[in-house]
T-cell receptor, first 112, second 114 residues
Framework: DTGVSQNPRHKITKRGQNVTFRCDPI?????LYWYRQTLGQGPEFLTY????????KSRLLSDRFSAERPKGSFSTLEIQRTEQGDSAMYLC??????????FGDGTRLSIL | AQSVSQHNHHVILSEAASLELGCNYS??????LFWYVQYPGQHLQLLLK??????LVKGIKGFEAEFIKSKFSFNLRKPSVQWSDTAEYFC????????????FGGGTRLMVKP
C-alpha cells in the first residue's frame, strides 16, 4: 500500500503527558498537512509543510503543539502537556503541487 | 475567513433514491472545491474535485457535483444510491488567498437502507 501512513492508530494517555505522532506521506508528494477532527465535525487545518519548510500554521496550533518534517519526508506532531480538549483524531495528508490531498487513517488520541 | 456549510447533518434514503447534498462556501474569490467521502472505518477519500472549466464535474462511483459560482454552491448528486454509499460526506474548499489549507464543512452522514 502506497498511501499515507500514520502511527500509532490509537494513543491513550494521561492528562499532562507528552505524545508524538508520525506521518509517512506518499513518497512522491512534497507537501504534507496536519488536521484535527473532533466528533461530529469536519477536519480542521493545523499546519502545512512544503518539503522540510513549515509554511503555514493555524491559530489552533497552540505553543504546546509542534510539528517537524526534518528531511522533507516523514513528519512528526508532538503535543506537550496534553489536556482533555486535545482528544481528537489527528489526520495527516499529502499532495503534489496543485493536486488534491490524500489522507491517512489518522491517529485517535484519548486523554484520560 | 472562509467557511463551508453543509446543511444536512444526517440523511436517510432507501436504495435507488436520488441524492443531493448541499454545500455552500463563504469565500468570493477563486476557489478549488472538493467532495471527500469517509466509509465506516476508512480514511477520507476524494470523490471529485473542481479546479476550473466545466462546472459540472463527475467523480467516482456515479457521483457528480455542480459548481454554481453565483450561489457559492457545490452540491453533490447521485441519481440512484446504493447501500454501499452509506458513509460520511465532506465538502471542502481551498481559496486562492488562504494558502494551502482545506476548509471542510461539518459533514453529512448518509445512511442508505437496503
Amino acid at each position: 500500500d502506497t498511501g499515507v501512513s500514520q502511527n500509532p492508530r490509537h494513543k491513550i494517555t494521561k492528562r499532562g503527558q507528552n505524545v508524538t505522532f508520525r506521518c509517512d506521506p506518499i513518497s512522491e508528494h512534497n507537501r504534507l498537512y496536519w488536521y484535527r477532527q473532533t466528533l461530529g465535525q469536519g477536519p480542521e487545518f493545523l499546519t502545512y509543510f512544503q518539503n522540510e519548510a513549515q509554511l503555514e500554521k493555524s491559530r489552533l496550533l497552540s505553543d504546546r503543539f509542534s510539528a517537524e518534517r526534518p528531511k522533507g519526508s516523514f513528519s512528526t506532531l508532538e503535543i506537550q502537556r496534553t489536556e482533555q480538549g486535545d482528544s481528537a483524531m489527528y489526520l495527516c495528508a499529502s499532495s503534489a503541487a496543485g493536486q488534491p490531498q490524500h489522507f491517512g487513517d489518522g491517529t485517535r488520541l484519548s486523554i484520560l | 475567513a472562509q467557511s463551508v456549510s453543509q446543511h444536512n447533518h444526517h440523511v436517510i434514503l432507501s436504495e435507488a433514491a436520488s441524492l443531493e447534498l448541499g454545500c455552500n462556501y463563504s469565500y468570493g474569490g477563486t476557489v478549488n472545491l472538493f467532495w471527500y467521502v469517509q466509509y465506516p472505518g476508512q480514511h477520507l477519500q476524494l470523490l471529485l474535485k473542481y479546479f476550473s472549466g466545466d462546472p459540472l464535474v463527475k467523480g467516482i462511483k456515479g457521483f457528480e457535483a455542480e459548481f454554481i459560482k453565483s450561489k457559492f454552491s457545490f452540491n453533490l448528486r447521485k441519481p440512484s444510491v446504493q447501500w454501499s454509499d452509506t458513509a460520511e460526506y465532506f465538502c471542502a474548499v481551498i481559496s486562492n488567498n488562504a494558502g494551502n489549507m482545506l476548509t471542510f464543512g461539518g459533514g453529512t452522514r448518509l445512511m442508505v437502507k437496503p
